[in-house]
């Protein structure tokens, strides 16, 4: 018998390893795969992009705030694996009264750490969970060595247009900004993901880089075009989404991006 807490305080307690795992959150998806789930992952959303040949094995039951209910119910799942960011309350509540919804809340490295170790948990991966956990903490303190040397920078990162929608504070993309010393403009702005308008920035922060995310909005030239007539000094660097917004063992790939990527602001 396992019991074990989620992040929203609920107590889980199982009399047998789940077997049957539906996922809601794509980066937790690949996390589940990446320690040796693949068989057991049952159901998954149409954003649920890594790896790639889940989508055609696996059913999809949904978006991330629109899932089939009863697609899901039809697949008798032992757990749900959800998150609080990417997954509203409601779809939660309903989802409770098919199986246990394991929800999770993710905002620091120490946050990913956590979740791994509590997959580790759950489904008895705890030597596969260790490895991961271990090459995150080991590739957090490299990039923090190569950091150690680096200056400051002010940055706003941009993640949707019309409106223009930035990363505010309490996210884990901030949580990436701080690692990489870019110190968010909107970090202080209402919201996690604040309405902010591109020709106020300069009086606003006057940032010295502008990022422009790969996603969920696809950022083009033009767009680029467009900021830099309002900045004037700021430097606009297109940068992959997935290495900030997404935990999980995607963290320890985004290290070697964040590295690669300073090396490019600074050319």
Not at 53 to 68: E, F, P
Not at 81 to 107: H, M, Y
Request: glycine share 4%; charged share 30%.
């Amino acid at each position: 018998m396992l019991t074990i807490t989620d992040d929203l305080g609920s107590q889980h307690i199982f009399d047998q390893t789940p077997k049957r795992i539906v996922s809601l959150v794509p980066s937790l998806t690949e996390t589940l795969y990446e320690l040796g789930l693949e068989n057991e992952i049952i159901g998954i959303t149409k954003f649920c992009v890594h790896p790639y040949h889940l989508k055609s094995v696996k059913i999809i039951v949904g978006g991330t705030k629109n899932v089939h209910i009863e697609k899901i119910k039809a697949l008798n799942p032992d757990i749900i694996i959800a998150n609080k960011e990417e997954n509203t309350l409601e779809i939660v509540d309903s989802l409770r009264e098919i199986c246990p919804v394991f929800v999770t809340d993710i905002v620091t490295v120490e946050d990913t750490l956590k979740t791994i170790n509590d997959f580790g948990l759950l489904f008895k991966r705890t030597t596969d969970a260790k490895k991961w956990t271990e090459k995150i903490k080991f590739a957090n303190d490299d990039f923090a060595s190569f950091m150690q040397d680096k200056k400051w920078q002010k940055a706003a990162y941009l993640i949707w247009r019309e409106p223009y929608m930035a990363a505010g504070s309490e996210t884990f993309i901030n949580e990436m900004l701080k690692l990489n010393k870019f110190e968010n403009m909107y970090e202080l702005f209402e919201g996690r993901y604040p309405e902010v308008e591109i020709r106020k920035m300069r009086i606003q922060g006057d940032p010295d880089l502008v990022l422009l995310s790969s996603e969920p909005y696809p950022f083009k030239e033009e767009h680029a075009f467009e900021i830099g007539r309002v900045t004037h000094h700021a430097k606009t660097v297109f940068v992959d989404g997935e290495m900030f917004s997404w935990y999980g063992t995607r963290l320890f790939k985004a290290f070697q991006y964040f590295k690669a990527l300073q090396n490019r602001i600074e050319e």
